[in-house]
C-alpha cells in the first residue's frame, strides 16, 4: 500500500505541475495574440468563452486531481497501518 500511497501522491504533484504550466502558457499565447492583433473587439468576442473553459478545465485538474488523490492516499495509508482493524472478530459471549 505505500508503493500505492506514493503513486498517488507522485501523481497529484505531477498533475498540478502541469496544469500549472499549461495555465501560464495558455494565458500568455492569449495576451501576446491580444497584444498583436489589430481587431481586438472580433478576438476578444470569439476567443472569450473558450479561453475561460481551458481556464476552468485547468483549474480543475489542478486543484481537484490532487485534493483527490491526496484523499485516497490518506486513506491507503490509514488502511496500510492498521490491517487488524479490517478483521471481523467474533463476538465474545458474555456468559462465559
Excluded at 65 to 77: F, I, K, Y
Amino acid at each position: 500500500m505505500d508503493v500505492f500511497a506514493d503513486s498517488l501522491g507522485s501523481l497529484a504533484g505531477t498533475l498540478l505541475r502541469f496544469s500549472a504550466i499549461a495555465f501560464l502558457v495558455l494565458n500568455g499565447a492569449a495576451v501576446a495574440a491580444f497584444a498583436l492583433t489589430g481587431d481586438r473587439r472580433r478576438m476578444v468576442n470569439r476567443w472569450t468563452s473558450r479561453l475561460v473553459a481551458a481556464n476552468l478545465l485547468l483549474l480543475g485538474t489542478g486543484v481537484a486531481v490532487p485534493t483527490v488523490a491526496g484523499a485516497v492516499r490518506l486513506v491507503a495509508e490509514a488502511l496500510s497501518s492498521r490491517p487488524s482493524a479490517l478483521v471481523a472478530r467474533p463476538l465474545e459471549d458474555p456468559d462465559r
